[in-house]
């Protein structure tokens, strides 16, 4: 059994991250955190992860759409990225698809640590 990412958000430690895009995804249940750090690590997510980023590998936006598609066709439960770290400025494509397929963007602060 695991827990909501709207629940996680409403954690203490949690409260400088913010929702990008897929609000209506919030309900979805986390039961494992993953890191994304390979061009073709996604391809091991089982489902219900939730994926954390620098957002190095996800600066072309084709590529970024194809890691959501296939982390939606998964029921992974969201992907966290470190805003302002490599990637300034989510492209609004992106945003625009993780809202068609309600799958959370979360902004993780560009200081927090990934504990």
């Not at 409403?10 to 979805?28: I, M, N, P, Q, T």
């Not at 391809?43 to 959501?68: I, R």
């Not at 969201?78 to 068609?100: H, Q, T």
Request: with cysteine; net charge negative; glycine share 8%.
């Amino acid at each position: 059994m695991g827990v909501s990412i709207r629940e996680i958000l409403k954690d203490k430690y949690f409260k400088k991250y913010s929702v990008l895009a897929g609000e209506g995804g919030l309900e979805r249940e986390i039961q494992a955190v993953a890191l994304y750090d390979a061009p073709d690590g996604y391809l091991w997510f089982k489902g219900k992860e939730f994926v954390m980023t620098t957002g190095y590998l996800l600066q072309d936006p084709e590529c970024f759409m194809e890691v959501l598609r296939y982390l939606h066709s998964r029921n992974s439960a969201g992907m966290g990225i470190k805003v302002d770290r490599y990637l300034k400025k989510v492209p609004d494509e992106v945003i625009a698809l993780c809202n068609e397929i309600n799958m959370p963007l979360i902004g993780i602060p560009y200081n927090e640590a990934w504990v």
